[in-house]
């Protein structure tokens, strides 16, 4: 062979090679191409799904916000002694109802309790029992009123043969309305109950005195000689 033959087919060769390294070159950008592509949009998807996520959740925060009661603008601080005793209309034991107008023209006292039963409730319910008939005599009426359900205002007078009227406050819109519910602790934790708490109101409807963190002992005997000298 000679020189100018081996010449040419060295540089056909080397063509040959170069057009290869080319079209493997060429095969590889499409498929890499493909692959950023492919990232691109996977990351894209989960962006826009992240965002959706947080989008409802956002959502639903402001539904529980906007439906959920606010139950501390319910809660009066304090009721002032001179000022027109509010109206209320509630359940009572034995499955009827008392209300402020069925006390028009004699004094009443309203005590509230925390919860029917309990031993602190119970001695102050037995005591308030115990002085009906002085009270009777005072011209004024007690009732009791608590958060709980008719059937158990029932079930304790009966255990402790009660004969106040016990009225159930279930919503807490009459015990929030005398002041007698709020913020409370116990054993290191905070929460919202009844405070105990007693009022005495004239024959003309207003209140006469409050009685606020009432400790049971002698409290009835207490009322009593407020009720006698109103």
Not at 123 to 133: K, P, Q, V, Y
Not at 202 to 230: F, S
């Given at each position: 062979?000679?020189?100018?033959?081996?010449?040419?087919?060295?540089?056909?060769?080397?063509?040959?090679?170069?057009?290869?390294?080319?079209?493997?070159?060429?095969?590889?950008?499409?498929?890499?191409?493909?692959?950023?592509?492919?990232?691109?949009?996977?990351?894209?998807?989960?962006?826009?799904?992240?965002?959706?996520?947080?989008?409802?959740?956002?959502?639903?925060?402001?539904?529980?916000?906007?439906?959920?009661?606010?139950?501390?603008?319910?809660?009066?601080?304090?009721?002032?002694?001179?000022?027109?005793?509010?109206?209320f209309h509630l359940p009572r034991d034995g499955g009827n109802s008392v209300s402020?107008?069925?006390?028009?023209?004699?004094?009443?006292?309203?005590?509230f309790y925390p919860r029917a039963d309990t031993p602190g409730c119970t001695r102050?319910?037995?005591?308030?029992?115990?002085?009906?008939?002085?009270?009777?005599?005072?011209?004024?009426?007690?009732?009791?009123?608590?958060?709980?359900?008719?059937?158990?205002?029932?079930?304790?007078?009966?255990?402790?043969?009660?004969?106040?009227?016990?009225?159930?406050?279930?919503?807490?819109?009459?015990?929030?309305?005398?002041?007698?519910?709020?913020?409370?602790?116990?054993?290191?934790?905070?929460?919202?109950?009844?405070?105990?708490?007693?009022?005495?109101?004239?024959?003309?409807?207003?209140?006469?005195?409050v009685w606020r963190h009432v400790r049971v002992d002698g409290h009835a005997d207490?009322?009593?000689?407020?009720?006698?000298?109103?």
């Amino acid at each position: 062979m000679s020189k100018k033959t081996r010449k040419k087919s060295g540089k056909s060769l080397a063509s040959r090679k170069a057009r290869s390294s080319a079209s493997k070159a060429s095969a590889k950008r499409p498929a890499a191409k493909t692959a950023r592509s492919s990232t691109a949009k996977s990351t894209k998807s989960r962006r826009g799904a992240h965002a959706k996520a947080e989008a409802r959740s956002s959502k639903l925060s402001k539904a529980k916000a906007s439906s959920a009661p606010n139950r501390k603008s319910t809660v009066r601080s304090a009721l002032a002694e001179g000022e027109k005793a509010p109206s209320f209309h509630l359940p009572r034991d034995g499955g009827n109802s008392v209300s402020l107008q069925d006390f028009e023209g004699q004094k009443l006292v309203l005590f509230f309790y925390p919860r029917a039963d309990t031993p602190g409730c119970t001695r102050e319910a037995i005591d308030f029992t115990r002085l009906s008939g002085a009270f009777a005599a005072a011209g004024t009426a007690v009732v009791g009123v608590s958060g709980d359900a008719p059937k158990a205002q029932e079930a304790f007078r009966n255990k402790h043969q009660l004969s106040v009227p016990l009225a159930s406050d279930e919503k807490h819109e009459m015990l929030a309305a005398y002041g007698a519910w709020g913020e409370k602790s116990m054993y290191g934790r905070t929460f919202e109950g009844i405070l105990r708490t007693t009022v005495l109101i004239g024959a003309d409807g207003n209140v006469i005195k409050v009685w606020r963190h009432v400790r049971v002992d002698g409290h009835a005997d207490e009322v009593l000689a407020a009720a006698r000298t109103a």
